[in-house]
């Protein structure tokens, strides 16, 4: 939505409280934290070519920072609710581009979707810019249907889902092909907890292109909810052969493979989403915990708990990351 669920997904707007507390996982957001998805494009809507700095700003200063990838998309995840700002800046171009920034409030169990346009110093803005992503370019979408979409993007921003799910549907019927508008509404059906719904939406989307990051992955979220781990697993490889360096992707391919039981891979995974994602995929590093109490690999448990709580001290897990290093210390 407006930055385009085409954004990775949605979702990984993941429940990884509620999930670490069950043993497995859905990505959405619950309890204390939300997850932020974005695209960042030109005033004339392409997208940007260059990792673009992201920073999540709130008084007291910087909160997180991430870099678009080569579709120009970012997420950042573990954000809990309130205001903040989120500032645009071009590492690479600072003497073309400015320096912008928005205002987004985040919600708990909503998503939040946002796109940000780059700016060129000097030059006079569209009064109304295009926003589109990158599998928007080549559809020739039609004026009504776009209208509907916008409209889509708006509602979800303002928290009012069932109402975005339904401007989704409508520019659907106006266009069945509509590629960006079938994943969001995958992604909104998602959150909804409507997967049998998403389902059909997403893998509409992949019909139209198999080979789109965000469809794929958040079919293979749809499907991991379902608990249908092998076809979870099938799909989130497609979404890895388009965006290999998706930590988001092996965090999904990680808890499926744990699910299924295969544990080498999951703990493959686990160690590459962490190692892709830094501290805002600190909670793989729970996981490998997991998995390494559950091979009676002790300290390798406590060294993963131990470097999780150094780089998510006050994060939604770290309550069960401390139980979990309590109850390894005290045997």
Same mark, same amino acid.
């Given at each position: ?23 497995? #996982? ?5 309890? /204390? ?16 070519? *260059? =990792? ?12 997180? %920072?991430?870099? %678009? ?5 970012? *997420? ?5 609710? /309130? ?8 590492? #690479?171009?600072?003497? #073309?581009? &400015?320096? %912008? ?15 940000? %346009?780059?700016? &060129? $110093? ?34 979800? #921003? &303002? ?9 989704? @549907? ?5 266009? +069945? ?25 997403? $893998? ?5 292109? +198999? ?14 909810? $379902? ?16 965006? =290999? ?49 559950? @091979? /009676? ?35």
């Amino acid at each position: 939505m407006k930055s385009r669920a085409f954004l990775l997904c949605l979702l990984i707007c993941v429940a990884v409280s509620s999930a670490l507390a069950q043993g497995t #996982r859905s990505t959405q957001n619950s309890g /204390g934290d939300g997850a932020i998805r974005g695209v960042v494009v030109l005033a004339n809507g392409s997208p940007v070519t *260059e =990792p673009v700095k992201i920073t999540l700003k709130v008084l007291r200063g910087d909160q997180a %920072t991430t870099y %678009t990838d080569r579709d120009g998309r970012f *997420e950042l995840l573990h954000v809990a609710a /309130g205001e903040y700002t989120i500032e645009v800046e071009a590492d #690479r171009s600072r003497d #073309r581009f &400015e320096i %912008t920034s928005e205002k987004i409030i985040v919600r708990i169990n909503t998503p939040n979707f946002i796109t940000l %346009t780059l700016r &060129e $110093k000097g030059k006079t803005q569209e009064k109304h810019e295009r926003t589109v992503s990158v599998a928007m370019l080549d559809q020739k979408v039609p004026p009504a249907a776009k209208h509907e979409f916008d409209n889509a993007t708006q509602l979800a #921003r &303002e928290g009012k889902s069932d109402e975005a799910i339904a401007a989704l @549907q409508r520019a659907v019927a106006l266009y +069945p092909d509509y590629l960006m508008a079938l994943n969001d509404l995958g992604a909104q059906l998602l959150d909804a907890g409507r997967l049998d719904e998403a389902l059909v939406a997403l $893998k509409r989307a992949t019909q139209i292109d +198999p080979n789109s990051f965000n469809p794929l992955f958040n079919l293979g979220v749809v499907y991991f909810q $379902k608990k249908m781990f092998a076809d979870a697993l099938a799909t989130l490889d497609r979404a890895l052969t388009a965006e =290999p360096s998706s930590p988001a992707a092996h965090l999904y391919a990680g808890m499926t493979a744990a699910a299924a039981n295969d544990t080498a891979r999951a703990e493959h995974e686990f160690k590459a989403a962490h190692d892709l994602g830094g501290s805002s995929f600190a909670v793989a590093l729970v996981y490998l915990a997991r998995l390494d109490i559950k @091979q /009676g690999h002790k300290q390798e448990a406590i060294d993963a708990l131990q470097l999780f709580l150094r780089e998510d001290p006050a994060g939604s897990n770290s309550g069960v990351a401390r139980k979990m290093l309590a109850d390894l210390q005290a045997k």
